[in-house]
């Protein structure tokens, strides 16, 4: 055992003071640990009211992205119907190069004879 005799000890009120500035501090501590987490619930309560409201944008953007899929679906059937309408176009202006050219033969052998005529009688 240790022999606490020959040396001297604090006072018993100075044990006390002690002893009543920790509890003071402890006290003092604990009131500013209960504003901390007060102001953590506040903190929390606000981050589930956002998350609430992040969530009501993220399912209309999920629907905003199935309503571009339904269009984008039907742009490409417009596109593919605009496609074969240039093609019958094209079957057409091919149809009719063919059934002018005999006309435009026509045409040229025509104004060959009639300024062959002109040249022969001066006109």
Excluded at 47 to 72: M, P, Y
Aim: net charge negative; proline share 2%; aromatic share 0%.
């Amino acid at each position: 055992m240790v022999d606490r005799t020959g040396r001297g000890t604090r006072p018993t009120q100075q044990r006390i003071r002690n002893l009543a500035q920790a509890a003071l501090n402890a006290d003092q501590t604990v009131g500013q640990l209960d504003g901390v987490i007060t102001t953590l619930g506040a903190t929390l309560s606000d981050l589930d009211t956002s998350i609430k409201g992040l969530d009501h944008t993220l399912a209309r953007f999920n629907d905003t992205i199935g309503s571009i899929d339904t269009l984008a679906e039907r742009l490409i059937e417009v596109g593919d119907r605009l496609n074969n309408v240039v093609d019958r176009v094209e079957v057409l202006l091919g149809v009719g190069e063919v059934a002018v050219s005999p006309i435009a033969a026509t045409e040229n052998a025509v104004r060959g004879a009639i300024n062959a005529v002109r040249n022969r009688t001066g006109l």
